[in-house]
């Protein structure tokens, strides 16, 4: 039987100390009448659960492009990459 992502997170966390969450424009975002590009909001949880789950100093944040950042993500390690063409 499958199971959901969460639970999958669960299990494996238990055998890791790092995380990696990449942040990619794939969502638009509307905000006071600008338009801009965002995470998918599943990400922005699972980047929230693993600095809960690891400690946010075992946490790197990698965004690729200009994108909205949440936030309150302060205090973490924050990358930023381009895609080469």
């Known amino acids: 039987?499958?199971?959901?992502?969460?639970?999958?997170?669960?299990?494996?966390?238990?055998t890791c100390a790092?995380?990696?969450?990449?942040?990619?424009?794939?969502?638009?975002a509307v905000n006071d009448?600008?338009?801009?590009?965002?995470?998918?909001q599943n990400v922005i949880l699972e980047l929230g659960w693993f600095m809960a789950r690891l400690g946010r100093e075992n946490v790197i944040l990698m965004s690729q492009g200009e994108i909205e950042l949440p936030s309150d993500v302060l205090g973490i390690l924050y990358l930023r990459f381009e895609r080469e063409r």
């Open 1 to 14: 039987m499958a199971e959901t992502i969460i639970e999958q997170l669960e299990y494996h966390s238990t």
């Open 18 to 28: 790092f995380a990696f969450v990449l942040m990619t424009p794939e969502d638009i």
């Open 33 to 40: 009448s600008k338009t801009g590009r965002r995470a998918r």
